[in-house]
């Protein structure tokens, strides 16, 4: 029985679409809202530098981990139902986050924050699906879902370095409360629960999947910190391979697992994952060493940081909204392949930067393109992720996307750490912050690179054998 009485028996589209780009928002927002206070956030808590990589892994990893199981959940207690539950726990670790008082509190919090999200993430995205038909309408839609992930990394990053400056940098964990119990009420207003499916949890799955990924991002971090002749670098890393295998086993024995690895039988699907992990690896990379680059060897404070961020997503939001209008015209197969090249320019004209660089020819404009490449490949990437899914496999199809999502974010992170950190070996002085950063750049260039490779060996190739006649049509190229 709903809260609220429904004000006619017509979905309320716009509504529900409202509240689930806004929670999406919420879930973006804290990944992003951290990164101009880093600095602040280290010198209070008592981060190293290479740990404070923590700070964004800690969320990602827990997030990404149990994001399979938090997608099944939707499907076997309804999507709704964990879409609230996802919210409030996200709003509590919120809370509670503002109010840590040390480094163990925080990324404990913070770890727990990412198990919200993992609950919340899957359902916004199958409620998108189970709300909007395909091909216009849900293009549309899924086109304002990247749109919103694009604002909100600006706005978490202006308001994060405002806030750190001149209030604290816990302030904006503070606001999430308001914003979660206004989602909460509005989502027993207007969202009807979806149908509930018999089911099994698999819990194995899910633990050999999170300990796995987080044995790889503890890996890659640490051997920034110690270097890979470390015993305990290489057995994390042995082991991390380890558990993934045995994950990948258990799903092809599981009644019911977390992710069905008939989601891999579509080579689109496959390689719009694969392409999925990289891009993002290199993005998280660029905000996050970008920020470095602002205060450490600009000098800048948290909330000119925050400022100087704008060019990288005041073109991001026209362009993902543009998208839907753009398909008709380019195809969407063609504007990814577009935006990842012209990332591949911005990433490496930014690691070309030192201490004496302008801010307008060194960040400015290449922070321009990379807004523009992350407008024009997010959504077909997305809608790539999710095409020709049933509305039975929409929580684990939205859920693998939102993995492939964070597993770019945590895993790819650690691995830009852990060439910043070989890279700047033997380096003295103010040296090491501008080569650390540069070597991260030209890897996350690389990882750009290896991403268009996959999308033209995968995505596109797929199209291509399925129309070879009617190319232009089909959205490939």
Not at 76 to 87: P, Q
Not at 104 to 125: C, H, K, N
Not at 297 to 321: D, E, N, R
Not at 401 to 430: K, T, W, Y
Request: glycine letters at 10%; hydrophobic letters at 55%.
């Amino acid at each position: 029985m709903s809260l609220y009485p429904r004000i006619d028996s017509e979905p309320h589209k716009s509504a529900i679409l409202a509240i689930i780009l806004a929670s999406y928002v919420m879930i973006v927002l804290d990944i992003s809202v951290v990164l101009t206070g880093l600095p602040r956030i280290r010198d209070q808590l008592g981060f190293s530098e290479v740990n404070l990589a923590w700070v964004q892994s800690a969320y990602t990893l827990t997030f990404g981990g149990f994001m399979l199981l938090g997608a099944r959940a939707g499907d076997i207690f309804g999507r709704r139902r964990m879409f609230v539950l996802g919210l409030a726990l996200f709003t509590l670790a919120s809370l509670a986050i503002g109010t840590s008082l040390s480094a163990s509190w925080m990324l404990a919090w913070r770890a727990i924050q990412g198990l919200g999200a993992a609950v919340l993430a899957p359902s916004t995205l199958a409620l998108l699906q189970t709300n909007f038909a395909e091909e216009e309408e849900r293009t549309r839609a899924i086109s304002y879902y990247a749109a919103a992930a694009g604002a909100s990394a600006t706005v978490g990053l202006v308001l994060g370095g405002i806030l750190a400056e001149w209030v604290s940098w816990r302030a904006g964990f503070y606001l999430n409360l308001p914003i979660g119990v206004g989602l909460i009420l509005a989502a027993y207003r207007y969202i009807d629960e979806t149908p509930r499916h018999r089911g099994r949890f698999d819990i194995s799955g899910a633990l050999t999947s999170t300990l796995g990924i987080g044995g790889l991002v503890f890996g890659f971090i640490r051997s920034a910190q110690v270097g890979w002749h470390d015993p305990l670098t290489i057995l994390s890393i042995i082991g991390a391979i380890g558990l993934i295998t045995l994950f990948v086993m258990i799903e092809q024995r599981a009644a019911q697992p977390i992710l069905p690895l008939a989601l891999f039988a579509s080579r689109a699907r496959s390689g719009a994952y694969a392409a999925r992990i990289l891009y993002l690896g290199a993005m998280v990379g660029f905000f996050f060493f970008s920020t470095l680059y602002l205060q450490e060897v600009k000098g800048y404070g948290p909330a000119q940081s925050g400022l100087a961020f704008i060019p990288a997503t005041i073109l991001h939001v026209p362009f993902a909204i543009a998208v839907p209008r753009l398909v008709k015209s380019f195809t969407a197969n063609r504007l990814m392949i577009a935006g990842i090249m012209i990332g591949i320019v911005g990433m490496a004209w930014l690691s070309r930067a030192d201490a004496g660089s302008p801010y307008v020819t060194a960040v400015a404009l290449p922070m321009l393109l990379i807004g523009v490449s992350q407008g024009l490949t997010l959504s077909p990437l997305t809608s790539a992720g999710v095409a020709g899914v049933a509305h039975a496999h929409a929580g684990a199809a939205s859920g693998a996307v939102n993995v492939a999502h964070q597993i770019g974010n945590s895993v790819g992170l650690s691995v830009l750490v852990a060439v910043a950190g070989a890279a700047s070996a033997g380096f003295q002085g103010d040296s090491i912050v501008v080569r650390r950063i540069s070597a991260a750049f030209d890897a996350g260039t690389l990882m750009l690179a290896l991403a268009l490779i996959i999308v033209l060996t995968t995505i596109v190739a797929a199209g291509k054998a399925a129309h070879p006649r009617n190319i232009g049509a089909t959205g490939a190229v």
